[in-house]
């Protein structure tokens, strides 16, 4: 990566810069030599040719194609969706080529200050969850959620929390399943100390059947009302919130081993500068992670598209690739299935920052997942099972897939942006900057600022620094924004009739 003050160049076969601030026309750069005259004006994140790019020929940047000029392009003009398209298109067909790995594991006795429950499992807050089967009792359940919260909150009582969604009844097939597998992964999830499952009594969701789809659960910790068959709703609530809290206060935080931390990679509102500092700095994290025996997880399927073999070449087995093939091949179809375009440009937003086509934003997306061997795949709704780096399959909607990355077992959501969303997961949800500007215009936001990467920051320091705050974050030293200012939502995938 080669970067003056002004521009950068990501890698040295790319035959475009990216702007390190706006440009006008006529304003002059020297690149290797050469004197460069912008012919149209440039904002920061966008790209600018350094050299003469015929039609049909390959946009480079990362060291990879990411489109192929539409028409003629000069040295000094800005490259954008008016001169570039995608080079993708439909379903492929992958083969199995494993790349050869140098990833080492480290010795270490590093810890973190977590909750170890009952089953073994580890959670890093002591919170309370009311979890609603079905969408007609959101309110009900905010009333519940609510009043313990005032009435519990600290004294070891980390927040009173309800996550309310829209389903549980109407749904059918799939739709209904994937309902039931996000809210009982909640349920199972070790953040919570404790869970009030509310249902209402005539939904397709209705309690008996969830339980079928919950599995095993620890009595103490998990307590049902179904609301139609109570006098007051309300007061059966909070009696069964009383017996909650007691058995929530008798867990206290002690060292656990950092590899027992999970963590799940996310970016959303992506800018030019995504995949050269927020991604890569998750990238850093995810590998030292790992290293000490930790798990991330990494959805987002759909933003894989022309970045996906860079993740097949490093499937620790071929059963591995296989599924790996499956979720994107799958995921394509899906589109296919609702008369989509597979590869529809990124959002305006992402545009506006300087992503041009969907092979430029997932070359940068896959960035987060570092250099580490890929270990599992899973299913939306799916659980993490093994340590390392594992997929999940899920869609770019940041609310669906943060909530997905929460429901599979992970402790934190570590969320790049470079346009900036207030929205949090069930989990804290620590959202990185792309950009100065950014982190310091919207600190009740941004948590950690990744933009110090083309300021002249040493990388491996500023990985180090993050590694140890998302250590003291996991022990509750500290808290993410969207913790102290209560942005904690979840939002469940829907692809089917709604009766």
């Not at 601030?21 to 020297?30: H, L």
């Not at 049902?224 to 109570?230: C, N």
């Not at 929205?423 to 941004?446: D, E």
């Amino acid at each position: 990566m080669t970067a003056v003050a002004d521009y950068l160049q990501v890698h040295t076969e790319d035959n475009v810069i990216v702007a390190l601030k706006n440009y006008e026309t006529g304003d002059r750069i020297s690149f290797q030599n050469q004197d460069i005259t912008l012919r149209e004006s440039v904002e920061t994140g966008h790209k600018i040719a350094i050299r003469p790019i015929e039609k049909g020929e390959n946009i480079i940047k990362y060291g990879y194609p990411i489109g192929q000029a539409t028409n003629r392009i000069s040295i000094g003009d800005w490259v954008h969706t008016h001169n570039v398209g995608t080079n993708l298109s439909g379903t492929l067909t992958y083969e199995y080529k494993p790349k050869s790995l140098s990833f080492q594991p480290l010795q270490t006795d590093r810890t973190f200050q977590g909750y170890v429950r009952a089953n073994g499992d580890v959670g890093i807050r002591n919170e309370i969850w009311v979890i609603n089967t079905v969408g007609c009792i959101n309110k009900t359940c905010e009333t519940v959620a609510k009043t313990a919260n005032d009435m519990y909150k600290g004294d070891n009582i980390d927040g009173v929390y309800h996550y309310p969604h829209l389903f549980g009844c109407s749904q059918l097939g799939d739709d209904l399943h994937n309902t039931q597998k996000i809210l009982s992964n909640l349920v199972h999830h070790p953040n919570a100390a404790a869970i009030l499952v509310m249902g209402l009594g005539c939904e397709n969701n209705y309690i008996e059947f969830f339980k079928q789809v919950l599995g095993d659960y620890d009595e103490k910790r998990v307590h049902f009302i179904e609301v139609q068959q109570v006098d007051d709703e309300i007061e059966e609530g909070l009696d069964a919130m009383e017996e909650l809290v007691a058995y929530a206060k008798t867990f206290k935080r002690q060292p656990v081993p950092i590899s027992k931390l999970k963590v799940g990679l996310k970016c959303g509102g992506s800018d030019g500068f995504s995949g050269i500092t927020g991604n890569p700095l998750l990238g850093a994290f995810s590998d030292k992670l790992i290293a000490h025996g930790g798990s991330t997880i990494l959805t987002e399927t759909p933003e894989l598209f022309g970045a996906e073999q860079i993740l097949m070449e490093r499937a620790q087995d071929e059963g591995v690739f296989r599924q790996v093939v499956d979720m994107v091949n799958g995921f394509k179809e899906y589109f296919i299935k609702h008369d989509q375009n597979v590869y529809e440009n990124p959002s305006p937003g992402n545009k506006k920052g300087g992503i041009t086509t969907l092979e430029e934003k997932s070359l940068g997306n896959v960035q987060k997942g570092g250099f580490a061997p890929v270990v599992d795949v899973l299913d939306y709704g799916g659980r993490m099972k093994e340590a390392g780096l594992t997929l999940l399959e899920g869609p770019g909607n940041d609310l669906v897939s943060v909530t997905a990355l929460a429901a599979s077992g992970a402790h934190i959501v570590l969320f790049t942006t470079g346009r900036g969303t207030p929205f949090g997961g069930p989990v804290p949800t620590v959202k990185i900057s792309t950009n100065t500007a950014l982190y310091n215009k919207k600190r009740r936001w941004i948590d950690f600022n990744a933009g110090q990467l083309v300021e002249g920051k040493d990388k491996d320091e500023l990985t180090d620094e993050f590694f140890d705050y998302i250590v003291a974050l996991a022990s509750g030293d500290v808290q993410a924004n969207n913790e102290k200012y209560g942005f904690k939502e979840i939002s469940i995938f829907k692809d089917g009739v709604i009766l």
